[in-house]
């Protein structure tokens, strides 16, 4: 790496320690805190299962990043949420290093959509190490090694099993066929050990999101769909500006096509299931740089521009309203639009070009989101303010504090819960940890008599369907509501209602 490159390579740091100092107070995706109760289960019950009483379910679906995060809170405990940000900056930064630092992985990985990954707490961050890995031993200029190509495959794959059609596409267009086949086995042999381990050959995530046995409705899946277009315009926008025609951008096409059209957009935010693909696209966009700064480069750049104002304008893209953790300020693209801008202008001072782009960032960044810096919190903390910011787990806290940590509850939204009722069990209504639901062995109607827990979360809002099995089903008639205005309103068991309003005068 060039003395130049390792400018702008710094310099990128400083806008990842930007992000952590004044975001780093965000609660995490919801889905994030699976992994941690998944950590916390291993350490406390030596398994890992959602429920304990379950035993082992295949729900996460990135096992690399289960792994990692277990390894994360065996070292820190109960700050493992903030730790696991500090794990996915440096993966972030890897990425970065890994592909020399290029103007493209530079501004690419400063965008809103790598940014994100940082404080989501979930496994994209990582991916794009590995993805950055992979590619950059495929580059090596005295020859890729074999056996490190094959190990940086399945590890991606093990981050992200989507990411296989990635690096099978683009092994089989480089005719590498020994380390395909390589690939292919060890990919292979992985499936069949984890359906040993699960009962199930894929995540359960992966049989909802895909449609297999989904419990997601007409309703449910129009909402997902306007989601998915917001955030594939997000990502389209921002790739835009380095998109160069290279044979890397075969398998970056053909793995976004799949999740436009065979995914079910859950939990996508900032574009984070395109994501992955970023690695390829800087790798193509380094290998044919843009044409020297003219009027046809500044055109274009206006153009694309003035198509972001548009669609921050029209809120075709996440802008900032809504949950805290998905917000995008007008304020960020600006920034991000103008190091992009900074990049492409005539190259009269090389050596602050990319270091000025990425102070720009980290300039929009702490614009965007002014706020003293905070120590790292508890895990408890983070889901705590994340139920501050929705309406779905009101009663929780009081539930908690009178029925115990260890009641059993129903929800279609069980990171908070699963987080807060450390000792309890939490039952998904949404499927991704209920093998039963998922695979259509049983409705959430027959679920409820069956298991009869102490409190039900009706299921959000959104799962209209699924809400109408429930009342229909007969389970509520043993419980009473006790939360007035809630997406997600909560009945607790009758014989309970005397527990649950502990405390309150008579």
């Avoid at 094959?150 to 683009?170: F, H, S």
């Amino acid at each position: 790496m060039s003395p130049l490159q390792r400018n702008g390579a710094w310099a990128f740091v400083a806008v990842v320690v930007a992000v952590l100092l004044v975001r780093g107070w965000l609660p995490p995706y919801d889905d994030a805190f699976f992994f941690v109760r998944f950590a916390r289960n291993l350490f406390e019950h030596g398994g890992f299962a959602w429920n304990v009483a379950d035993g082992p379910v295949y729900g996460n679906t990135s096992q690399l990043f289960q792994v990692l995060v277990a390894g994360v809170h065996g070292l820190v405990g109960p700050y493992t949420v903030a730790a696991t940000r500090l794990l996915l900056a440096g993966c972030l930064v890897g990425s970065v290093w890994a592909l020399r630092a290029s103007p493209p992985a530079v501004l690419l990985m400063a965008s809103p959509v790598a940014l994100a990954t940082v404080v989501s707490g979930m496994e994209t961050a990582v991916a794009l190490l590995l993805g950055a890995l992979f590619l950059a031993e495929l580059a090596r200029p005295t020859g890729a090694r074999r056996g490190v190509v094959v190990a940086w495959a399945v590890l991606l794959t093990l981050a992200r099993p989507d990411a296989a059609l990635l690096v099978v596409v683009t092994l089989a267009w480089d005719r590498r066929w020994p380390a395909l086949a390589a690939t292919l086995l060890c990919i292979g042999l992985g499936v069949i050990g984890l359906w040993w381990a699960y009962g199930t050959p894929v995540p359960l995530s992966f049989l909802t999101k895909s449609g297999i046995g989904s419990v997601y409705d007409e309703t449910f899946l129009s909402l997902s769909q306007r989601a998915k277009q917001r955030h594939v315009a997000l990502f389209l926008w921002v790739v835009l500006p380095w998109l160069r025609w290279h044979p890397r951008l075969v398998p970056a096409a053909l793995f976004v096509g799949y999740h436009v059209l065979g995914n079910v957009d859950v939990m996508g935010l900032h574009g984070r299931f395109y994501a992955p693909v970023l690695p390829w696209i800087a790798m193509a966009a380094a290998a044919r740089p843009a044409p020297a700064a003219d009027r046809r480069v500044w055109a274009g750049l206006a153009v694309w521009a003035a198509v972001g104002v548009a669609l921050v304008g029209f809120e075709v893209v996440p802008v900032d309203r809504g949950w805290e953790i998905g917000r995008i300020s007008p304020i960020t693209y600006a920034a991000y639009a103008v190091a992009v801008a900074v990049v492409m202008a005539p190259r009269r001072s090389e050596g602050v070009v990319v270091p000025l782009a990425a102070a720009v960032v980290a300039a929009g960044v702490v614009i965007a989101h002014p706020r003293v810096p905070e120590a790292p919190q508890r895990d408890n903390v983070y889901a705590w303010r994340l139920d501050k910011q929705v309406t779905s787990f009101r009663g929780l806290r009081r539930l908690a504090r009178c029925l115990g940590t260890d009641a059993h509850v129903m929800h279609s939204e069980i990171g908070v819960p699963g987080m807060i009722l450390r000792d309890g069990t939490v039952t998904d209504l949404g499927g991704l940890m209920s093998p039963p639901l998922a695979l259509g062995q049983a409705t959430v109607g027959e679920v409820c008599q069956q298991q009869q827990p102490d409190a039900i979360f009706l299921p959000h809002r959104n799962y209209v369907r699924l809400n109408e099995l429930l009342k229909d089903s007969g389970c509520l008639e043993g419980y009473a509501r006790v939360v007035r205005r809630s997406s997600s309103p909560l009945h607790v068991r009758r014989d309970r209602l005397r527990d649950y309003h502990c405390g309150e005068r008579r």
